[in-house]
């Protein structure tokens, strides 16, 4: 099983990861999924761990800044932080595989020309850092991939990977053909992984290996040159001999005369693949089914093992039928674009090497041997992440400004919602005017970011006890223990009107799961899991040891 | 629709809204229209995309943008 971890919304890639089970663990929450060891991703079930960054997203309200030597020695220390995170994960899971993305330069920054033009730090630095500290990793752990998503972005354009308007509605950035190559490039990179690559390249000859048909062209007829279309045929036969240097088997499938062909590769001299480049050799006028069939049973391999090229469609769709197994893609109808064709269908399909050597995939991880490494020897807890996050709590009371985004909070917060009760702006002015209810709304930023008004609660007070009419959360701030600090902070405020008890509800709904056992971890107590009850001093004592940082009260 | 929603095609009736099917919600709403960009090969505008919450409304935006 899969679970995917990202700083932005990526839920819909499920959909398209056909062949495993996978689970999306949320926006924006993988540092809390990965320092709590009872999140699911140190279940055993969870094989593939895909680690999908958003560099916009990583850098911040940095994107917003002019770039500094400053600035990048900030960004670094977050990223070594994160890396430090993700060590701990791979040591921890080692029996699982964590792949992660490369990132591209961002297109277009507010420093416009000066990204390029600049003698002094830009964002392009900032890319090449988090590049790097990948390369690290890779060198550290053999169970972390790189996702080359660089080169995915590349070939397709941002334009045509991203669309903003999700971005805004749902924190989603990338639209579904991003996700569908994302997916592909997963699942390519893992069978890779798992050496489950193909061993055997077949080619066709005429109008494969060469331009035009040796039995009518003749040894110098043919188009292989260094001139006009006669090159692309040449880069091409340099490419499958690359192939060859790599550990790939060459075979020929051929109608021809092989005393033809024999003459062309004996004397034609732009020829760059061998005669004996070729392992088997069928050159005859079988049947091509027929001749594969003993191809592989000639190197004693399955059919699956195999990759068939061949320009003519005829002979491509009779390999397809008669043998599924093997892997037939298209052939370009303009030899022109060969190149590109052969590297993204063939190569990274079919041939995709993770490691470049045998030893490589041995190695074991180097990284725990290197006891020089600091990072790791102050194996850092959740407390410590909290604490590192310089979270700043802001509580706002009965504040008229908000009512909207208030009201939007009851409106759209399904998750982190004990009583999921829903609320127009008349109805949040009437209890900001009334004397008995109190609206408190929480503002939330740490170092990385500031989130704006994520959650709310509600406290209607009777004279004698306060009852928790609403409390929600943003899900985006989950597992950072505002939820506790916002809840002190707000009972607090009623330290001297005599309160004895503090009462509260959690409604099940479909989704608000998640919510659960919040009022439990808080403190209160329950007997049937709905009403929740307990003396006001204990519940300020309990809170008062749980949380790690404070809260500031803002009363205009 | 019945892959994105991952419900049988005979439970989305032409009635069928975000608010009388359980299964579109606002996550599942974003996922119709990222797969409906694509199949369709078009664009939705922010506020189409908040307005089309129903098949019959869904139909209608699509109908003008392929004509």
């Known amino acids: ?556 | 629709m019945s892959d994105t929603f991952n419900v049988k095609k005979e439970k989305i009736s032409l009635s069928a809204s975000k608010s009388n099917l359980d299964e579109w919600d606002s996550l599942a709403h974003l996922k119709l229209f990222l797969a409906l960009q694509e199949s369709f090969r078009v664009n939705f505008s922010t506020d189409e995309i908040d307005s089309g919450n129903s098949l019959e409304k869904i139909y209608k935006l699509l109908k003008d943008k392929i004509r």
């Open chain 1, 1 to 556: 099983m899969i679970a995917l971890l990202s700083n932005i919304n990526i839920e819909p890639i499920r959909g398209f990861l056909k062949s495993d089970e996978s689970i999306f663990t949320g926006y924006n929450t993988y540092i809390a999924d990965i320092l709590n060891h009872k999140s699911v991703l140190y279940s055993d079930e969870i094989d593939k761990i895909f680690l999908f960054l958003d560099i916009e997203e990583l850098l911040g309200d940095m994107l917003f800044k002019y770039p500094s030597d400053n600035s990048l020695s900030v960004f670094e220390n977050n990223l070594d932080e994160i890396f430090s995170f993700i060590y701990q994960l791979l040591i921890k899971r080692n029996n699982a595989v964590l792949v992660i993305n490369n990132v591209p330069f961002i297109s277009a920054t507010f420093i416009s020309y000066l990204d390029t033009n600049s003698p002094n730090v830009t964002f392009r630095d900032f890319v090449k850092i988090y590049n790097n500290k990948l390369k690290q990793l890779k060198s550290d752990f053999s169970n972390a991939l790189v996702l080359d998503w660089e080169r995915i972005v590349l070939n397709e354009g941002i334009n045509n990977l991203f669309d903003p308007k999700f971005w805004y509605l749902g924190r989603m950035k990338l639209n579904n053909k991003a996700f569908k190559l994302l997916s592909d490039e997963f699942s390519n990179l893992i069978n890779s992984y798992k050496g489950k690559t193909k061993k055997v390249l077949i080619l066709d000859l005429d109008n494969t290996l060469w331009g035009g048909i040796a039995g009518e062209d003749g040894l110098n007829g043919i188009k292989i040159s260094e001139d006009g279309i006669g090159k692309a045929f040449r880069d091409f036969q340099k490419l499958i001999k690359s192939l060859k240097e790599i550990g790939v088997i060459l075979a020929i499938n051929s109608k021809n005369n092989e005393s033809d062909i024999d003459e062309i590769f004996q004397k034609n001299n732009m020829m760059i693949l061998k005669y004996d480049d070729f392992i088997v050799r069928k050159i005859n006028w079988n049947n091509k089914v027929q001749n594969l069939i003993e191809i592989a049973s000639d190197l004693d391999l399955g059919l699956d093992s195999f990759v068939f090229i061949d320009d003519n469609p005829v002979e491509r769709q009779l390999i397809k039928e008669n043998l599924p197994e093997v892997c037939v893609p298209d052939f370009p109808s303009d030899i022109s674009y060969v190149k590109s064709w052969f590297l993204e269908e063939v190569i990274y399909k079919y041939f995709a090497k993770v490691y470049f050597t045998h030893e490589d995939k041995n190695k074991t991880f180097q990284y725990l041997a290197n006891a020089e490494r600091k990072k790791l020897s102050k194996s850092l807890s959740i407390e410590d992440f909290i604490k590192s996050l310089n979270i700043k709590i802001k509580i706002y009371i009965n504040l008229s400004k908000y009512k909207q985004r208030i009201a939007q909070l009851t409106q759209k917060t399904n998750q982190f919602n004990l009583r999921t009760k829903r609320y127009t702006e008349t109805d949040i002015e009437r209890f900001i005017n009334s004397d008995n209810y109190t609206v408190f709304a929480l503002g939330y930023e740490d170092k990385f970011n500031n989130e704006g008004i994520v959650g709310l609660v509600i406290i209607l007070n009777d004279g004698e006890s306060l009852e928790i009419d609403t409390f929600l959360l943003s899900c985006r701030i989950i597992g950072r223990d505002a939820e506790f600090v916002f809840l002190l902070k707000v009972l607090e405020t009623f330290k001297e009107k005599n309160i004895k008890k503090v009462n509260a509800v959690y409604i099940k709904t479909k989704k608000n799961g998640i919510a659960e056992s919040f009022y439990s971890d808080a403190g209160l107590f329950t007997e049937n899991k709905i009403d929740y009850s307990v003396d006001y001093e204990k519940l300020i004592i309990f809170l008062e040891n749980k949380t790690l940082y404070d809260g500031e009260i803002i009363n205009e």
